[in-house]
């Protein structure tokens, strides 16, 4: 899990900047056995627990939005955009994102996870 956030900066300045909140469990959790993702579906299923699942409604909603799409990647009319693993993806959804009007909070540089493995 990685999520950015806006903290208040350590001292008696009230400054605030942002963060990053890394979680990564299998550099984390070395000596614990973590369940594969399956395992928890099933458990959760046996449970009783649906938290993990989606209505019909949304199933056929989702399919009515990404058919098209797969379909036109199929027949090359749409081309992935490829990116390297562990970036913030491909250059061209920043381009995207200016075009729709989206302005990035000024002073904050994405780092990469930071717990090294042992």
Not at 67 to 75: Q, S
Not at 90 to 95: G, I, K, Q, T
Not at 99 to 106: D, H, I, N
Request: net charge neutral.
């Amino acid at each position: 899990m990685y999520m950015k956030l806006t903290v208040k900066k350590p001292g008696l300045e009230m400054a605030t900047e942002q963060s990053e909140l890394d979680l990564s469990y299998g550099l984390r959790y070395q000596d614990v056995k973590i369940p594969e993702a399956y395992e928890r579906l099933i458990l959760d299923t046996i449970r009783g627990d649906q938290q993990h699942f989606v209505r019909r409604d949304e199933l056929k909603a989702a399919w009515e939005i990404f058919t098209p799409l797969l379909h036109d990647i199929d027949a090359g009319r749409l081309k992935a955009l490829p990116y390297q693993p562990g970036t913030r993806g491909p250059l061209e959804a920043d381009e995207l994102s200016k075009r729709m009007g989206y302005v990035p909070t000024l002073g904050y540089v994405w780092a990469p996870p930071t717990l090294a493995k042992f």
